[in-house]
């Protein structure tokens, strides 16, 4: 109630307040060998190989037929999420962490790629939108073991994105931010 020395005045409002008590959440991917699976359990589940969907792909748990990316959705008869892709490769090790170095990270316009083992040959950096559309394709050598490298992302939007670095047998896909 409000008052002053000229009126007094009351206002009623009713508020609704709708709750969801279904859990769903956003799910991630859990990778054990060729079998991923979702961590949130719900009622739906669609599999996406390369951003289409996997016919008959819809229980939480699938296991990989093809190398590509992979997204889960999961869903109830009022919510709907979609996992963050992941890279399955048939290749047989991540690139260690303390081998490879991506900065600046945001980056307003160039990448520099740092790497440092044992491995001399070929290496791929494939950029990949939010959706796991390939961007860009590109194959350099890497002649001796300290390794560095510096890739133009002046053409893309701000937003996020994921590299992809094939090095030898082993591979890792990290996140990017383009912030211009």
Request: glycine fraction near 6%.
């Amino acid at each position: 109630m409000y008052k002053n020395a000229q009126f007094d005045q009351t206002i009623e409002r009713t508020i609704t307040i709708n709750t969801y008590e279904g859990g769903l959440n956003v799910p991630s991917i859990n990778v054990n060998g060729t079998r991923l699976t979702a961590s949130v359990i719900a009622p739906n589940y669609q599999w996406y190989f390369n951003n289409n969907p996997i016919s008959g792909a819809t229980s939480r748990v699938f296991e990989v037929i093809n190398t590509g990316l992979y997204t889960v959705s999961v869903a109830d008869d009022n919510c709907f999420f979609r996992s963050e892709p992941i890279v399955v490769t048939d290749l047989v090790g991540e690139i260690e962490s303390e081998a490879l170095k991506i900065y600046p990270n945001p980056t307003n316009g160039f990448l520099a790629i740092s790497m440092d083992d044992d491995y001399v040959g070929t290496v791929t950096l494939e950029l990949l939108d939010i959706t796991g559309a390939r961007l860009s394709k590109d194959i350099v050598v890497k002649g001796q073991r300290i390794w560095n490298h510096e890739l133009s992302v002046e053409s893309l939007a701000s937003g996020l994105y994921h590299i992809v670095i094939t090095s030898g047998n082993k591979q890792t896909i990290r996140k990017i931010v383009v912030n211009k």
